[in-house]
């Protein structure tokens, strides 16, 4: 504060001093103008404005301070910031930290900083957008579910017959637990297994007119078969028209419920269990014929929209983190580094021990930015989050909008809930006053 | 932007290493260039997602995932766009939103040069005490402002227009604006000032003659950032700008029906992010200036 003004020179005399200010006065005028009239008068009003009720009549003392804490919509909203506040600075700043020295070690790294950093030029409104058309829940055209798909259908292998029921009463059970014949069988008996609800870009395509199964000696015969054709049919009957499911898998039960043999049906849909001993069995479908295609997380859900949304937000600002990261690390004397390397130290601990404490000025720059972002985020609730979850997915700038602006219009709390996210940048605030103090 | 550093990097490699040297070097580092690809693609598949999204027929929408159109590049077509720009509500968007962000960036640098050569080169009373108050506002929240504008707004008869919204960017534009001025024109060697002091230049002459040309780096800079922020801007839009309707208040009455106004949202919303990628990439150094002397500091 005590620098020497840097310029002097200007004649001491009363005429010249006051030309002076009247000179600076020309200079400052338009931004005292601006910042009085849009910032500085309207942070007193609104402190004004929030200890009065919606109308602004009435003088209601800390009333509207504490309907912040007892109403639900803005009690989640708080919540869900403190989950953002939680989450997003330590995760920005780390996945920044961790691109910033892989792409050290790349002769590419310009490219791949241009393509990271390209999100922080479009509007966190439009990477809503963006990511509402990737969360999309049918894995057929939601990106990430479909991304997830492949990994659950190939542990998973969904079912040959996804959608299939049994076409009469005599097979018991669900397709989720698997299908039963009721009756049991015994080597030398035929049965009929027919399904019904099969769509026909589910019936595999070498299926062939099926055919009643023929008998077999110590052995038991079956067909498995899309029991429907074109205009009904007769349930339980094997008909013209209709095919046989092949690729289904039989599995064959005793009487004490033991494994005892399984068969896989031909393109008539015939199969058949041979070498029995004599006895009671039971003839099932497993449930893994009817297992369901991965269905899709529900990332715009009421549970999972904060997540989702952090996860689109960590997408748009972790280029920030990582390129003013990256210069702090241009920054840093090589020969510190090599001085650690030539006495021993591995490159993890070069990282941590030298290169982590040298950056730590900058790490904390990026977290504090991304800390004030963060309490300040609005848009991309908007734009991700369909109408019908944005109470799930609130956030308090997003939360006093609503309440001003958004149909309610309750300045008063609005009010309130802009002093609230005043109060809470209070800090940062100071803590940048205290840096350029120091500096000036 | 990532010209930061690159030279320093190329000094530390080896100028002469053997063959299997680099062999051992480029297989140690294959993991570090896998798991960078798997990130960039990461990076870039929502963007491109939204675009394929954008040609593709909107009755397609509900069935089919946008990446099918890489495998079918027939299902691709510029319906969606022909007809987003022969709808003249969105033009005028786009308009509108351009006006808006040229004025509220010419404005706030013009405001924010005056007072930033005031603060680095003017002597004053109470100036760094002043300089101190425009740091404290460079974290207010602009949900400070919304009510009270709304009403001031109201009562001057400017609520929803373009001068409207023009003026509320310039002010809050107005605080990094003349935090990242003040910071540059500093660094201007002194020398320069005095001898054209002495040579009888008005403060002014040299604000215009001396100060701007030579601020060009940093004014472009800022120039970048307060295009970027109004353009961007929804916030504002939304509170104070419902009919005069910016691009991103058009796209915001859309979404309420998201699934059957994919064809105006989807390429709606990829105009609206292809004017600030155009500028960010033309001007990328800039941007990363800005970004770094507003940051680091």
Same mark, same amino acid.
């Given at each position: 504060?005590? @620098? @020497?003004?840097?310029?002097?020179?200007?004649?001491?005399?009363?005429?010249?001093?006051? &030309?002076?200010?009247?000179?600076?006065?020309?200079?400052?005028?338009?931004?005292?103008? $601006?910042?009085?009239?849009?910032?500085?008068?309207?942070?007193?009003?609104?402190?004004?404005?929030? $200890?009065?009720?919606?109308?602004?009549?009435?003088?209601?003392? #800390?009333?509207?301070?504490?309907?912040?804490?007892?109403?639900? #919509?803005?009690?989640?909203?708080?919540?869900?910031? @403190?989950?953002?506040?939680?989450?997003?600075?330590?995760?920005?700043?780390?996945?920044?930290?961790?691109? !910033?020295?892989?792409?050290?070690?790349?002769?590419?790294?310009?490219?791949?900083?241009?393509?990271? #950093?390209?999100?922080? !030029?479009?509007?966190? $409104?439009?990477?809503?957008?963006?990511?509402?058309?990737?969360?999309q829940k049918e894995p057929g055209r939601g990106?990430?579910n479909a991304g997830i798909a492949v990994v659950a259908d190939g542990i998973n292998p969904p079912g040959a017959l996804s959608d299939a029921l049994p076409s009469t009463a005599s097979l018991t059970g669900s397709p989720a637990t698997g299908l039963t014949l009721q009756r049991p069988v015994h080597p030398g008996q035929t049965v009929a297994l027919g399904l019904t609800g099969i769509p026909p870009e589910q019936v595999p395509g070498s299926a062939k007119q099926a055919a009643a199964p023929k008998p077999v000696g110590n052995g038991i015969a079956g067909v498995v078969w899309r029991d429907f054709k074109p205009g009904g049919g007769t349930p339980g009957k094997v008909e013209p028209g209709e095919v046989g499911l092949p690729g289904v898998k039989v599995v064959l039960r005793d009487a004490q419920g033991k494994s005892a043999g399984s068969a896989t049906a031909d393109d008539t849909g015939r199969f058949a269990f041979t070498d029995l001993k004599p006895g009671d069995y039971r003839v099932a479908i497993g449930a893994s014929t009817f297992r369901k295609p991965f269905g899709g997380v529900?990332?715009?859900?009421?549970?999972?929209?904060?997540?989702?949304?952090?996860? !689109?937000?960590?997408?748009?600002?972790?280029?920030? @983190?990582?390129?003013?990261? /990256?210069?702090?690390?241009?920054?840093?004397?090589?020969?510190?580094?090599? !001085?650690?390397?030539?006495?021993?130290?591995?490159?993890?601990?070069?990282? &941590? &021990?030298?290169?982590?404490?040298?950056?730590?000025?900058?790490?904390?720059?990026? #977290?504090?930015?991304?800390?004030?972002?963060?309490?300040?985020?609005?848009?991309?609730?908007?734009?991700?989050?369909?109408?019908?979850?944005?109470?799930?997915?609130?956030?308090?700038?997003?939360?006093?909008?609503?309440? /001003?602006?958004?149909?309610?219009?309750?300045?008063?709390?609005?009010?309130?809930?802009?002093?609230?996210?005043?109060?809470?940048?209070?800090?940062?605030?100071?803590?940048?006053?205290? &840096?350029?103090?120091?500096?000036? | 932007?990532?010209?930061?550093?690159?030279?320093?990097?190329?000094?530390?490699?080896?100028?002469?290493? =053997?063959?299997?040297?680099?062999?051992?070097?480029?297989?140690?580092?294959?993991?570090?260039?896998?798991?960078?690809?798997?990130?960039?693609?990461?990076?870039?598949?929502?963007?491109?997602?939204? *675009?394929?999204?954008?040609?593709?027929?909107?009755d397609r929408?509900d069935t089919a995932g946008?990446w099918k159109?890489i495998a079918h590049?027939s299902l691709?077509? +510029?319906?969606?766009?022909?007809?987003?720009?022969?709808?003249?509500?969105?033009?005028?968007?786009? %308009?509108?939103? %351009?006006?808006?962000?040229?004025?509220?960036?010419?404005?706030?640098?013009?405001?924010?040069?005056?007072?930033?050569?005031?603060?680095? +080169?003017?002597?004053?009373?109470?100036?760094?005490?002043?300089?101190?108050?425009?740091?404290?506002?460079?974290?207010?929240?602009?949900?400070?402002?919304?009510?009270?504008?709304? =009403?001031?707004?109201? =009562?001057?008869?400017?609520?929803?227009?373009?001068? =409207?919204?023009?003026?509320?960017?310039?002010?809050?534009?107005?605080?990094?604006?003349?935090?990242?001025?003040?910071?540059?024109?500093?660094?201007?060697?002194?020398?320069?000032?005095?001898?054209?002091?002495?040579?009888?230049?008005?403060?002014?002459?040299? *604000?215009?003659?001396?100060?701007?040309?030579?601020?060009?780096?940093?004014?472009?800079? %800022?120039?970048?950032?307060?295009?970027? +922020?109004? +353009?961007?801007?929804?916030?504002?839009?939304?509170?104070?700008?419902?009919?005069?309707?910016?691009?991103?208040?058009?796209?915001?009455?859309?979404?309420?029906?998201?699934?059957?106004?994919?064809?105006?949202?989807?390429?709606?919303? *990829?105009?609206?992010?292809?004017?600030?990628?155009?500028?960010? *990439?033309?001007?990328?150094?800039?941007?990363?200036?800005?970004? %770094?002397?507003?940051?680091?500091?």
């Open positions: 504060m005590t @620098a @020497a003004p840097p310029v002097q020179e200007a004649p001491p005399a009363a005429p010249g001093v006051l &030309r002076r200010h009247a000179v600076t006065l020309v200079f400052l005028a338009p931004a005292i103008f $601006f910042l009085g009239l849009w910032i500085v008068y309207p942070t007193v009003r609104t402190i004004i404005r929030s $200890f009065f009720d919606r109308k602004g009549d009435k003088f209601v003392w #800390f009333d509207n301070y504490k309907s912040i804490f007892t109403s639900d #919509f803005i009690v989640t909203a708080i919540k869900n910031n @403190a989950i953002w506040i939680g989450v997003v600075p330590a995760l920005v700043t780390a996945i920044g930290l961790i691109f !910033a020295v892989l792409t050290e070690r790349v002769s590419w790294a310009v490219a791949f900083k241009t393509v990271v #950093f390209m999100p922080m !030029a479009i509007s966190l $409104f439009a990477a809503g957008v963006i990511w509402r058309v990737m969360y990106a990430v529900s990332w715009l859900g009421p549970k999972l929209i904060t997540p989702a949304l952090i996860l !689109a937000y960590i997408w748009v600002w972790a280029g920030f @983190a990582m390129v003013v990261i /990256a210069a702090g690390l241009a920054a840093i004397p090589r020969d510190v580094l090599e !001085a650690a390397r030539t006495d021993g130290a591995t490159e993890w601990q070069t990282f &941590r &021990r030298v290169t982590v404490p040298l950056l730590a000025p900058v790490l904390s720059v990026v #977290f504090i930015t991304m800390v004030i972002n963060v309490l300040k985020v609005f848009d991309i609730v908007l734009s991700v989050a369909p109408g019908s979850v944005q109470d799930d997915a609130n956030v308090i700038a997003l939360a006093m909008w609503r309440t /001003a602006f958004g149909g309610v219009n309750d300045f008063g709390l609005g009010s309130a809930l802009a002093v609230f996210l005043l109060v809470l940048v209070i800090p940062v605030l100071a803590l940048n006053v205290r &840096r350029f103090r120091r500096e000036l | 932007m990532a010209a930061v550093g690159a030279e320093v990097r190329a000094a530390a490699r080896p100028e002469h290493e =053997s063959v299997a040297a680099r062999v051992v070097r480029i297989a140690t580092r294959a993991p570090v260039h896998l798991v960078l690809v798997a990130v960039g693609l990461l990076w870039l598949i929502p963007t491109l997602g939204l *675009f394929l999204t954008s040609i593709m027929p909107a929408f946008w159109v590049p691709a077509t +510029w319906q969606n766009y022909d007809r987003l720009f022969s709808n003249s509500g969105i033009t005028h968007s786009l %308009l509108t939103t %351009l006006y808006i962000a040229i004025g509220g960036t010419v404005l706030p640098i013009l405001v924010g040069a005056l007072a930033g050569y005031a603060f680095a +080169w003017l002597d004053f009373p109470g100036r760094d005490w002043l300089f101190v108050v425009v740091i404290g506002l460079l974290v207010v929240p602009l949900q400070m402002a919304l009510i009270p504008i709304f =009403s001031l707004y109201n =009562s001057v008869g400017i609520f929803d227009t373009v001068l =409207s919204l023009i003026l509320f960017h310039t002010a809050f534009g107005l605080p990094f604006a003349i935090f990242l001025l003040r910071n540059f024109f500093i660094g201007i060697p002194k020398d320069i000032l005095e001898s054209a002091r002495i040579d009888g230049s008005s403060e002014l002459r040299i *604000f215009l003659r001396l100060i701007l040309p030579l601020g060009l780096p940093a004014i472009a800079s %800022l120039a970048i950032f307060q295009f970027l +922020w109004t +353009w961007n801007d929804l916030l504002v839009a939304l509170t104070f700008g419902r009919d005069t309707r910016p691009i991103t208040v058009a796209i915001f009455n859309q979404l309420t029906e998201f699934g059957s106004n994919i064809e105006i949202i989807a390429p709606a919303a *990829f105009v609206s992010l292809a004017i600030p990628l155009v500028v960010f *990439f033309a001007f990328q150094r800039y941007f990363v200036q800005g970004l %770094l002397a507003g940051s680091v500091k």
